[in-house]
């Protein structure tokens, strides 16, 4: 069982940067693939990032070169660390976790709550 709690959302002009955390609870974290998911108003939920066990790294086409997730698993968290940022990257982001690699949101087993982004023009 694992237990998911983002931080670290707010408001942000465009082109600044902003770090969102997700803390994990459970004694297996390091057995987990960890992703941020996101969902605007009116869509669905997309993939954003993932990160293996060891650190292997995919991201969206959309988030490629200015979004990087990253884990540090002795604290139990993943962190998303999104620069350059757009205001169609306005939406609520989600941490989540996978026993296996995936990409797609319906291979995820546990969500956190979200957090709100809102990147202003």
């Known amino acids: 069982q694992v237990q998911l709690v983002e931080s670290g959302g707010g408001l942000v002009q465009a082109g600044g940067s902003l770090r969102v955390s997700c803390a994990a609870s459970?004694?297996?974290?390091?057995?987990?693939?960890m992703a941020w998911f996101r969902q605007a108003p009116g869509k669905e939920r997309e993939f954003v990032a993932t990160?293996?066990?060891?650190?292997?790294?995919r991201y969206a086409d959309s988030v490629k070169g200015r979004f990087t997730i990253s884990r540090d698993n002795d604290k139990k968290l993943v962190y998303l660390q999104m620069n350059s940022l757009k205001p169609e990257d306005t939406a609520v982001y989600y941490c989540?976790?996978?026993?296996?690699?995936?990409?797609?949101?319906?291979?995820?087993?546990?969500w956190g709550q979200g957090t709100q982004v809102t990147v202003s023009a």
């Open positions: 990160i293996g066990w060891t650190g292997s790294r």
């Open positions: 989540a976790a996978a026993r296996y690699w995936a990409t797609r949101a319906d291979q995820y087993d546990y």
């Open positions: 459970g004694r297996t974290f390091n057995n987990y693939v």
